[in-house]
């Protein structure tokens, strides 16, 4: 008979966070040997963890740092809801946001690759908590922003739910960032400035336009003007700083309204799980 009782079964379980069974096997097979048993839990998780790559990641968490003039925004990854909001997913992630402020990392490969202070990649620390949590865990995208001051915002789409929006915005005003980045999470602009759109999207958005206007039977001679018309209109629904600024005056754009207020928005980055 197994050297072990109820007692190091609930403590190896709190360890480990594996199922009941799972543990009872394993301090079966290490013949009580608490230490040991972590041993074959983990192994047997860690070999799990390729079983699990292929699954789709899509639910989690967007976590942020902004402080002064630098902020980072990480967003990481499972598989359930139910996990995105326990207590070691929330952990993890968190310890994953410090290391990307700690290395100042701007893209996931380099926070994956980094070590962490007790010797372990990022990657391990994923391998380890997809083995430990039971679900393929992952670090999907990260950002790093500078700017004179640089405001972070998160936002939750269910009350239940960590933050699935964050947004890092870069200004002349902390006070103008916070309200920049809340508009931001609400109406997703996809560029700061319209220099910032790609040439080939607005080529493609002149042909729709122009395509539309011939649909509709315009006339050759107010094509041009209308075709101008709805292109600075995908501009107005795109570009941070041409969207109306409802927080603040509809009738003013973004732009409009931080200029009036002697201060200017120089970036921004937006996340949402999955999207």
């Not at 309200?179 to 958005?205: C, I, K, W």
């Amino acid at each position: 008979m197994a050297n072990f009782t109820a007692a190091d079964i609930k403590a190896l379980r709190e360890q480990t966070a594996a199922g009941m069974l799972d543990v009872k096997k394993a301090l079966e097979e290490a013949d009580g040997d608490m230490a040991k048993a972590a041993e074959i839990l983990r192994v047997k998780g860690l070999k799990g963890v390729t079983k699990r790559e292929g699954r789709s990641a899509s639910n989690g968490l967007v976590a942020a740092q902004a402080e002064g003039g630098v902020g980072t925004l990480v967003e990481v990854n499972c598989e359930t809801d139910f996990v995105a909001k326990g207590e070691r997913f929330i952990a993890l992630a968190d310890q994953v946001l410090a290391q990307a402020v700690a290395i100042e990392a701007a893209d996931a490969p380099t926070l994956l690759a980094s070590t962490l202070p007790d010797g372990r990649t990022v990657q391990q620390l994923l391998d380890e908590g997809n083995a430990t949590i039971g679900e393929k865990i992952e670090v999907r995208r990260v950002a790093r922003l500078t700017g004179p001051t640089v405001s972070a915002y998160l936002h939750r789409t269910s009350k239940d739910l960590p933050p699935q929006i964050g947004v890092l915005v870069a200004s002349s005003d902390a006070g103008l960032g916070h309200d920049v980045a809340m508009h931001v999470a609400a109406f997703s602009p996809t560029a700061l400035s319209r220099e910032e759109v790609p040439a080939e999207t607005v080529d493609n958005e002149r042909r729709l336009a122009e395509a539309t206007a011939r649909e509709e039977g315009k006339p050759e001679a107010a094509l041009p003007k209308i075709i101008e018309g709805r292109v600075n209109g995908f501009f107005k629904d795109n570009v941070l700083l041409e969207q109306s600024f409802f927080a603040k005056d509809a009738k003013k754009s973004v732009g409009q309204y931080a200029k009036e207020a002697g201060h200017e928005v120089t970036g921004f980055r937006r996340f949402r799980v999955g999207a």
